[in-house]
Every structure is written in C-alpha cells, then in structure tokens.
C-alpha cells in the first residue's frame, strides 16, 4: 500500500501542467460566480444595500476578500485596471476631502461609507481573480439578477402568499429592492447577459437555462413599469449587437426566443388583476397563477429552444455566402421594420419632438391602469436637474460636498416633491463635488468601455459591455447609485470587462513595498468600516425604538451612536427625542444644540427645537427651519396648531 501512495503521489506530480492549471481556473470560477451571488442577493434582500448598515458589512466583507488576495496571491493587473482602481480609491479621497467645505458634514461621511462598498467590491474582483474568470463572473451576474427578478416576480403572481404592498410604490413591482426602478434596470441588466448567455456560452445546458431566464426578468421588469429600465435595455441591446463580432449568432438567439417574451409581456399586460391599482387580492391570484403557469411553460420551451440553438451551432456549419444571404435578409428585414414605424408614428424628427413635449408636459394624473404608465415620458425629474445646475452655478469650482443636494433642494424647491437625490449620477456628482469628482467618476466609469474596445473578440464581451451601458445610462438618469446591489452588479459587469482585456495587455505585479501599503490602506479601510457599522447599527436601533414608542432605549441606543459617530448629528438629534418624549425639555434642548453644533443647517433639528422651546427662542428656532426648508408641511402644520391654541 506504501508503494501504491508513492505511485499515486508520482503520478500527480507527473500530471501536465495544463491539467492542473484547468482545475485551478475551475475553482476561480466558482470563486467568480459565489463572490457574486454572495454579494448581490443579500444586498438585494436589504432593499437594495439602501440603509446605512447594508454598507458597512458588505464593506467588511469584501475588503477581507481583497486583503486577503492581496497577501496571498501577489495578483498581476492590467494597466486599466491600475488605473480604474486608483479613479475609484481618488473618488474615495475626495469625497472624504469634500468634509472640509460640505454644509452636512455626517451626509458627507455616510457618502464616504457607501463608495466604500463599491471601492471594495471592484478591489475584491480584480485582485481575487484570474482574466480567464470573467466568463465565471457574468455568469454570477446573470444568477444573481435572476434570482432577485424571480423572487420579485413570486410576489407578484402568487400574492395571497408573497405579496407585499407598498404604498409608494404604487402596485409597480419592487420587492426585494424596495425601489421599481432599481428593480427594473436589475432586470434589465440580467435581460442583456441572459441574452448573451442563450446565444455564446459554450455549455449547452447555460443555454438553456439563460434563454428560459428570460422568462424571469422580462416579466419582472414589465411588473416595474419603468420607462427609462426600458429605455436603458433597448439601448444596452444595441450596444452589445455593434459590438458583437458574431452578430448573427446573436441576432438569431433574439429572434428564436423574442417570441417567447412577447407572448409572457403580452399575458402580463393584460392580465387586470396584475396591472390595475383597483385590482381585488382574489383576482390578483387568480390572474397570477394564470400567467405562473404560462411562464412556466414559455420557459420549457425557450430553455429546449436555447440548447437547440446551441447543438446547430456546433454542428451546422454554412458557406460564407449563405452568412452573407442571411445577413443581408435580416438587414433588409430590419429596415422594413424601421421604415413601417417611421411611417406610422412620424419620422425621427416627429417622434424626438413628441418625446420632448412628453417629457416636458405637467405630469398625467394617475389613473387606476398602470400599463398606461408606459406611454409617456413626463416625470418631475427635470425640477430636479435643473435643482441640480442651480447647485453647479452656486458651486461651480469644489461643489456643495456629498451629499449634500437633499438640502440644497428642500432650501430651493418650487414644488413640494420630497426627494434625497437628483436622480441624475453625473448631475448630481457635478453639483456635489465638482469638475474634479465629475472627472474621477467618469474615468471610474470609462477605463472598462476602452477595455471593452480592446477585447472585443473575447467570448461574451459583447453582452457584458451590453449590461454595463444599460447601467451607465440609467445611473445617468435615476438614483442606482444610492443601491448598492444594483451599481455592483454594474461594476461586476465592468469588472469582467476588465479581467477579460488584462490578457491583451502585460499584466504589472505589484512589488512588495506597493502591497504593503496597499494592504495597510484595506487595514485601515476596514477598521473605518467597522466603527461604522458599529455607529450605523446604534442609529438604526435607536430609530427602531423609536418607531415602537420607547423613548429610554432610543436615548439609550442613540448615546451609543455618539460614542461610535461622533461626527454625527442625527445620534444627537435621536438622543433629545428621547429625552422629550420624557418628557426632560431641558435635556431635549441641550442635546439639540449639540447636535447643531455638528451641523448648524439641519432644519429638521431647529424644528425639534421650536417644539421643545417656548417664547422667543421656539420663534427664533421655528424662522430659522423655515429659511431651510420653506416648503415644509410639517412646519406648516406646527404653526397652524399654534394658532388654534387658545
């Protein structure tokens, strides 16, 4: 038996090289695929990563797997990769630096904490793992996107079990993320890789699988009713067919399996129980189960349709006439489509004039069918993009500090809208933090597009640069930023851009004194991490306690904040509406001019003060979050309860 070991030891030794190298990459590739269904699901089930503590644990977490790469494996990075990496940790640097003149200082810090989480995620996948993992990669973007669309769908079509209605969200879908938007450019992004997967991935059975997804995130993201998710697909569709080097494949997966999705959207759209606001929880089910088992079905046959397209391709080969013949048919088929929408909506002229005046018409009273959501483009977005430019104007050389726009707005505004973002990335990062921030985040989110150009032959790059457009475009118009889950499922599609362009160029090593400060900088990221999850979790228990009506734990929990985040207002702010609901007013007072101490432009804490105050200082308090929020309701309502006081 001693000689069989020695021989069994031997013959491993012996084994090629290649061999062992393939079964290393397959374990990077589950490395790939875990890191990002790991990530994105729980982010997801935590409305999206929204909440502050969302950000610290995720930071935690992949922070560890990027130190942990860092010591361990010595990684090799692309040039680009170099360079994206330092735009992201500079955006850190500023946004961090933007504390020094940001009139909401604890805003400003939270920011730092959540382009930590993205800072980290983009870190943990260039440094844990090898180019040839980026197959692996936008294999767990797609899983994860599917899986997130198809809880979401659960909730819509099986709703005596899973349903969940949110007032705000109006009947459009958006469980787990808690925002339909969100949701919708999740399913958009998951859409474009399922797409890519259905027509380029080398295993049958992803094929398969992809092209029966389809059926999950389409649906889904009609549920959303999201104007600009579908905006961002069309256009994420577009960009992957130009950059496709096999475009036929790929045109002919689309038409094999656009049926399919046609005849799911079309059920989806005209079942009443799942798109009307006056829709019964009875015919809900009813309609849900329907259309459940009519997915169930589609997707059988898209997953028997994927793998059949995927059995030709191998085995069919054909001319390069034929190709040609079949392109210029498809080209020609096209045109024909284009031309008859021409012909019946107006030309391009006609349509883009029709599209400004939607946009720029006073918004539709809602009615009680949402599938008529879809059919114009009006939306309030543009008082906040212009909200925003005013802030450019009034900022134009640093910017107002991060975070800081959901002040400048409530200062401003001429309508009541009660918003924290200008729903604009790009917008909002100008106003924010200046040409320099705009800058750093524009290379952040430009380097993986030239290394798309790079590698555009590689396997799948099409599909992965697809799913990144649809996400530029879309933080361009909506607030994907604040969603953790969503902007890194982005960055992860970014990420495999990168990792696949590393073999086109000679990869640098990092010499050991650079690893050591770059681990020394994940050291101190984490422990910044760490006290902040700390500080977000005392603030978030103090809320809790808070909304169940019990003032000592709230002043309790909202101390501990203070110790944690001394930087903050709001610990202090939570601590006093304890205390007044203590009924200790001069405890609430002292507190509250704590807190103003660390931010003396909180309407919300001259507010509190007002009611805490009597005579001249609630006046002078009550003026004072008047000038900061004009608009208010709630000071609105204060003041005529004052009046009705005999």
């Not at 924010?432 to 396997?459: F, K, Q, T």
């Not at 103003?596 to 804490?605: R, S, T």
Request: net charge positive; hydrophobic share 55%.
């Amino acid at each position: 038996m001693a000689g069989s070991a020695t021989t069994a030891r031997a013959d491993v030794l012996r084994r090629p090289a290649a061999e062992v190298r393939s079964g290393q990459v397959s374990w990077a590739n589950v490395q790939a695929v875990l890191l990002v269904l790991l990530t994105i699901t729980p982010l997801a089930a935590a409305n999206g990563g929204y909440w502050p503590t969302a950000w610290s644990w995720s930071s935690l977490a992949l922070l560890w797997i990027a130190g942990l790469a860092l010591v361990l494996r010595g990684p090799a990075l692309g040039r680009l990769e170099i360079a994206t990496l330092g735009a992201l940790l500079g955006l850190v640097a500023w946004i961090a630096a933007s504390t020094l003149w940001s009139s909401n200082v604890g805003q400003t810090v939270s920011e730092v904490e959540r382009v930590l989480v993205y800072a980290a995620g983009l870190s943990a996948a260039l440094l844990l793992l090898r180019g040839s993992c980026y197959k692996a990669l936008l294999i767990g973007a797609w899983g994860a996107a599917a899986l997130v669309c198809g809880y979401a769908l659960l909730t819509r079509l099986f709703p005596e079990r899973l349903g969940f209605y949110d007032p705000i969200a109006g009947y459009r879908l958006s469980e787990p993320l808690g925002y339909w938007n969100g949701l919708g450019i999740l399913a958009a992004i998951g859409s474009v890789l399922a797409l890519g997967l259905a027509a380029h991935a080398k295993s049958l059975l992803v094929r398969g699988i992809a092209a029966a997804s389809l059926l999950l995130t389409m649906p889904a993201l009609y549920f959303t009713f999201s104007r600009g998710a579908w905006i961002a697909l069309a256009c994420g569709l577009i960009a992957t067919f130009l950059l496709d080097t096999r475009r036929l494949e790929l045109a002919t997966a689309g038409l094999v399996l656009a049926p399919f999705v046609a005849v799911a959207v079309w059920i989806a759209s005209s079942s009443d129980g799942l798109t009307r606001l006056d829709s019964s929880l009875e015919l809900a089910s009813h309609d849900g189960h329907q259309l459940a088992a009519a997915l169930a079905g589609l997707a059988g046959v898209a997953a028997v349709s994927g793998i059949l397209l995927g059995v030709a391709s191998r085995r069919l080969s054909f001319s390069a006439g034929t190709r040609r013949g079949y392109a210029l048919t498809l080209g020609i088929a096209a045109l024909a489509v284009v031309i008859g929408l021409f012909a019946h909506y107006g030309s391009p002229t006609t349509l883009a004039r029709k599209a400004y005046h939607s946009y720029t018409a006073p918004t539709p009273r809602a009615t009680t069918d949402l599938n008529q959501r879809l059919f114009t483009l009006a939306s309030p977005r543009r008082l906040l993009w212009a909200a925003a430019w005013h802030d450019v104007e009034a900022h134009p050389v640093l910017g107002s500090g991060a975070g800081t726009f959901e002040r400048f707005w409530l200062q401003n505004r001429t309508s009541g809208e009660k918003v924290r973002d200008a729903h604009s990335l790009y917008l909002e990062t100008l106003a924010e933090l200046g040409p320099i921030g705009l800058a750093l985040l524009v290379a952040v989110l430009a380097l993986p597009a030239v290394a798309a150009a790079r590698a555009r032959d590689r396997r799948l790059m099409a599909p992965a640069f697809g799913a990144y457009v649809a996400f530029l475009l879309h933080a361009g118009i909506d607030w994907d930023w604040e969603m953790p889950a969503v902007t890194l499922l982005g960055l992860f599609c970014g990420a495999a851009i990168l990792l696949a362009a590393r073999s086109r160029s000679r990869p640098v090593h990092l010499p050991v004194f650079a690893r050591g400060i770059a681990v020394a900088a994940a050291v101190a990221l984490t422990a910044f991490a760490f006290f902040g999850l700390l500080g977000n979790r005392a603030i978030s228990a103090a809320n809790a306690a808070a909304g169940s009506r019990q003032p000592k734990k709230e002043e309790s929990k909202a101390r501990d904040a203070v110790r944690w985040a001394p930087w903050s207002s709001e610990a202090w702010r939570l601590v006093a509406e304890g205390q007044y609901a203590q009924g200790d007013l001069a405890g609430a007072r002292a507190s509250l001019r704590r807190a103003l101490e660390k931010d003396p432009d909180d309407w919300q804490v001259w507010f509190n003060l007002a009611a805490a105050s009597r005579g001249r200082q609630r006046a002078a308090a009550i003026d004072r979050a008047r000038r900061l929020n004009p608009l208010s309701p709630e000071i609105s309502d204060y003041l005529k309860s004052l009046r009705a006081k005999p």
